[in-house]
């Protein structure tokens, strides 16, 4: 473990941009592991509305989707990846009391309230939005997807990422806080990535099985 620690911080001294997308993505990537692993499509909700589909689409929706891990990765190392570490940059130098040393809990406190009330509300659409589109979908369905995830989804947030981001900006370097947060937050992706791919399901639509069953 050490060893692999210490192999980071080397290639993120020399490559840093490149680092960063390869661990961020690696770890979005875990975390629809996780979710597709602890989660499963066989539940599907009731309506006076019905949908035949066959058995064989059954399987498939509960089937592993290597697409949509990929999809995760493609997300964590191509975009969230430069956005995260330009946002705690920018965090870490621009948001601050002037009057006060950087460090100062005060200016942490700030931060954590500037990440929270404005990061958070904004990234979660744009994570929706972003998956939604590499689906193949309009953005008729990622309307429909923060219609029904994004309120809801927030409020789960704000009970876990104001505390970690405390500590975080307090006790972790700059260079690291994009690190921290992913590891945190592999279990907070597959939560994303659950939300995600439960709301891409025709929430309308309940199975009939065709061809029929009988008990």
Not at 65 to 87: P, V
Not at 187 to 201: C, E, R, V
Request: charged share 15%; net charge positive.
């Amino acid at each position: 473990m050490f060893k692999l620690l210490e192999l980071y911080k080397h290639s993120l001294t020399k490559r840093p941009h490149i680092t960063n997308a390869i661990m961020t993505g690696s770890l979005f990537g875990i975390g629809d592991v996780v979710a597709q692993l602890l989660f499963s499509h066989s539940e599907y909700p009731s309506s006076d509305n019905y949908n035949i589909v066959s058995d064989n689409d059954v399987k498939d929706l509960t089937s592993y989707d290597y697409l949509r891990t990929l999809r995760a990765i493609t997300y964590g190392s191509l975009i969230f990846s430069f956005i995260g570490k330009k946002w705690y940059n920018i965090l870490h130098y621009n948001v601050r009391f002037s009057h006060i040393h950087n460090s100062h809990w005060k200016n942490q406190i700030l931060r954590v309230s500037v990440d929270q009330i404005l990061f958070a509300p904004i990234s979660l659409p744009f994570y929706f939005c972003c998956m939604t589109i590499m689906e193949g979908q309009s953005i008729a369905v990622a309307k429909k997807k923060l219609d029904v995830e994004w309120w809801n989804t927030l409020k789960v947030n704000w009970t876990i990422w104001p505390l970690f981001q405390m500590i975080n900006f307090s006790f972790i370097p700059l260079q690291h806080q994009l690190l921290a947060v992913n590891v945190i937050a592999i279990f907070w992706n597959a939560f994303l990535s659950y939300k995600n791919s439960i709301t891409a399901l025709d929430k309308e639509k309940r199975i009939v099985h065709y061809p029929p069953v009988t008990e």
